[in-house]
C-alpha cells in the first residue's frame, strides 16, 4: 500500500499569500496518477487537480500542482477568502487507492 | 449535470449489516470507462477507498474490508449498493459514494451521509 504523506498539517496565511503544500509518497506513484482535493467543513471533497498538474473543470488558475515519483506539490498562488480549507492528496496508481491525511489551510 | 446521493439508515447496531445506495441522475450508471465507488471518512479523520465497481458488476474491494464487505448495481435504477456486515463503532463515518472518471481521479461526489454505529 502506498502511504501519502501531507505536510505541513497545518498552514497559517493570510489572504494573498502563497500557499504551498507538499505530499509525498512512500513508494513511486505510476504515471504521476495523483490528485488533489479540497474539502470544506460539511462538504463532499472537490478535485482541484489530477494525472498530478491538470486542472479540474472549473478551477480557478491559482491552482497548480508539480511533481512526479514521490513528491508532489499543490501550489495556491494568491489565497482567496473561499481557499481556506482542508486539502487532501490521493493516487490512484496503485491498488489500495489511498489518500493522505489532509492539510488544514487556515486563516492567519 | 451529474448529481448522486446516498441514501440509508443513519444508525446501526454492532453486530448488524449497514446498507446505503447510491443513486445517480444527470447520466447513466451504464456509460462506459465509468466506475463507481465507495468512499468513507471516520470523523475527523482522513478519506478511505473502500472499492469500485463497473456497470457489468466487477467489483475490486480494498483487502482489509473484501471479507465484510459486497457492492451491487442495479442499471435499471441508475444505482449502485453498499453493504458492509459485522459492523462496529470503527465503521462509524461519513460514506461517500463518487464516479471515477475516465483519467481515473474521482470527480463527481455525492454529499455523504453520516452513518453511526451504536446500540
Known amino acids: 500500500e502506498i502511504v501519502l504523506t501531507q505536510s505541513p498539517g497545518t498552514l497559517s496565511l493570510s489572504p494573498g499569500e502563497r500557499a504551498t503544500l507538499s505530499c509525498r509518497a512512500s513508494?513511486?506513484?505510476?504515471?504521476?496518477?495523483l490528485a488533489w482535493y479540497q474539502q470544506k467543513l460539511g462538504q463532499a471533497p472537490r478535485v482541484l487537480i489530477y494525472?498530478?498538474?491538470s486542472r479540474a473543470t472549473g478551477i480557478p488558475d491559482r491552482f497548480s500542482g508539480s511533481g512526479s515519483g514521490t513528491d508532489f506539490t499543490l501550489t495556491i498562488s494568491r489565497l482567496e477568502p473561499e481557499d481556506f480549507a482542508v486539502y487532501y492528496c490521493?493516487?490512484?496508481?496503485?491498488?489500495?487507492?489511498?489518500f493522505g491525511g489532509g492539510t488544514k489551510v487556515e486563516i492567519k | 449535470q451529474l448529481q448522486l446521493r446516498e441514501s440509508g439508515p443513519g444508525l446501526v447496531k454492532p453486530s448488524e449489516t449497514l446498507s446505503l445506495t447510491c443513486t445517480v441522475s444527470g447520466g447513466s450508471i451504464s456509460t462506459s470507462s465509468y466506475y463507481w465507488v465507495w468512499i468513507r471518512q471516520p470523523p475527523g479523520r482522513e478519506l478511505e477507498w473502500m472499492g469500485t465497481i463497473y456497470y457489468t458488476g466487477d467489483t475490486y474491494y480494498k483487502s482489509s474490508l473484501k471479507s465484510r464487505v459486497t457492492f451491487s448495481v442495479d442499471t435499471s435504477k441508475n444505482q449502485f449498493s453498499l453493504k458492509l456486515n459485522s459492523v462496529t463503532a470503527a465503521d462509524t463515518a461519513i460514506y461517500y459514494c463518487?464516479?471515477?472518471?475516465?483519467?481515473?481521479?474521482?470527480?463527481?461526489w455525492g454529499q455523504g451521509t453520516l452513518v453511526t454505529v451504536s446500540s
Open positions: 494525472d498530478a498538474s
Open positions: 513508494q513511486s506513484v505510476s504515471s504521476s496518477y
Open positions: 463518487a464516479r471515477r472518471s475516465g483519467r481515473h481521479h474521482f470527480d463527481y
Open positions: 490521493q493516487q490512484y496508481g496503485n491498488s489500495p487507492l489511498t
